[in-house]
């Protein structure tokens, strides 16, 4: 069965800082990976996403991440947090083989210090 | 476009109220998805639908009833509102073609 951990439910970083959230996924085949954002009293938003090929990818608003097939990890970085980046991030997996339904990891608000 | 809508915005129901939880998208999704999200849990899926006049059962349906009767709307039934109900309520669908799912700006529901 496939899963996501996204460790610490709470990430605090100083505004320019360096932002690392960390997820690992567990799965038997190549997933499909995801970084969803929902900012306060909205809906999901996609930030980016791996399916095949160059195993860093680039997102909206700054953020990338890079697939690490040995380590099983998603992580999601910044070089330089903003205070608008204050939101919760969700770390997805989909295969292709079942209808690209998500597993959700429980999310990482991530607050940002002035 | 829109985009997903859903509504209502906020509700409170009473222990065994019914309601239902309106989900629209005008992208001629074939794909819909009804979620849950509680705190500190991520999402849980509560059912989802391939097309119209399909649906299945995703992670968590019980206490919860689907249909999808056209393309662009895909209403979500409480029958018997508990406690446990209580939640943020999320729609999403999706292009056949494509893997990225899009979604509403939910519906937080509280059963008292």
């Known amino acids: 069965a496939q899963s996501v951990t996204q460790l610490g439910s709470h990430v605090s970083v100083s505004e320019g800082a360096l932002v690392l959230l960390r997820c690992n996924y567990s799965?038997?085949?190549?997933?499909?990976l995801f970084w969803y954002v929902q900012y306060p009293n909205q809906g999901l938003q996609l930030l980016l996403k791996?399916?095949?090929?160059a195993t860093l990818v680039k997102g909206i608003n700054g953020f990338e991440a890079e697939f690490k097939k040995s380590e099983t990890s998603f992580h999601l970085t910044k070089p330089s947090a903003h205070m608008s980046d204050a939101a919760e991030y969700f770390c997805?997996?989909?295969?292709?083989?079942?209808?690209?339904?998500?597993?959700w990891g429980a999310g990482t608000k991530l607050i940002i210090k002035p | 476009n829109a985009g997903v809508t859903q509504t209502p915005k906020f509700r409170i129901l009473k222990i065994g109220q019914s309601m239902t939880l309106q989900c629209a998208q005008d992208?001629?999704?074939?794909?819909m998805y009804w979620y849950r999200q509680d705190p500190g849990m991520g999402l849980k899926l509560i059912y989802y639908s391939v097309g119209a006049g399909i649906t299945d059962k995703g992670e968590v349906p019980n206490g919860y009833n689907v249909s999808r009767s056209t393309t662009e709307d895909f209403p979500l039934r409480l029958e018997l509102a508990a406690p446990s109900q209580t939640s943020v309520y999320f729609c999403a669908s999706r292009a056949g073609s494509t893997d990225t799912q899009y979604f509403g700006p939910g519906t937080r529901l509280t059963v008292l």
């Open positions: 791996y399916t095949t090929g």
């Open positions: 799965s038997s085949v190549p997933p499909y």
């Open positions: 997805a997996v989909s295969r292709m083989d079942s209808n690209y339904q998500l597993i």
């Open positions: 992208m001629n999704h074939n794909y």
